[in-house]
């Protein structure tokens, strides 16, 4: 039983940053990953980043591969995503998610690997 909760988007112009995050609560197994999708109006959920339970691992859709970084921090219990240099195709719903593994360095894409997820945040990016 895990609770996901996500932070931290809101209305940019194209070439700004933002962070999100993603604040966990309550208890799952020794290792789990996290990943963070993304749903635009109209558009299927596409993945946009993973890291691995360890966080030694991490993977990224090619749309913002050199723009977005996924961290972790479990002491914390967040996950984060940093957002750079963002278009206005990066509009969207942003969702955070958490999946149980067997490994702590396997980083799972597909969204049916994923137990738990957040309840989004928007981010804007227009001109």
């Known amino acids: 039983q895990l609770q996901l909760v996500e932070s931290g988007g809101g209305e940019v112009q194209p070439g700004e940053s933002l962070r999100l995050s993603c604040a966990a609560s309550?208890?799952?197994?020794?290792?789990?990953?996290m990943g963070w999708f993304r749903q635009a109006p109209g558009k299927e959920r596409e993945g946009v980043a993973w890291i691995s339970s360890s966080g030694g691992n991490t993977e990224y859709a090619d749309s913002v591969k050199g723009r977005f970084t996924i961290s972790r921090d479990d002491a914390k219990k967040q996950a984060y995503l940093q957002m750079n240099s963002l278009k206005a195709e990066d509009t969207a719903a942003y969702y955070c998610?958490?999946?149980?593994?067997?490994?702590?360095?396997?980083?799972?894409?597909?969204?049916?690997?994923?137990?738990?997820w957040g309840q989004g945040t928007q981010v804007t990016v227009s001109s």
């Open positions: 998610a958490a999946g149980q593994v067997p490994y702590n360095d396997l980083v799972p894409r597909a969204d049916y690997e994923y137990q738990y």
């Open positions: 309550g208890v799952l197994g020794d290792w789990y990953a």
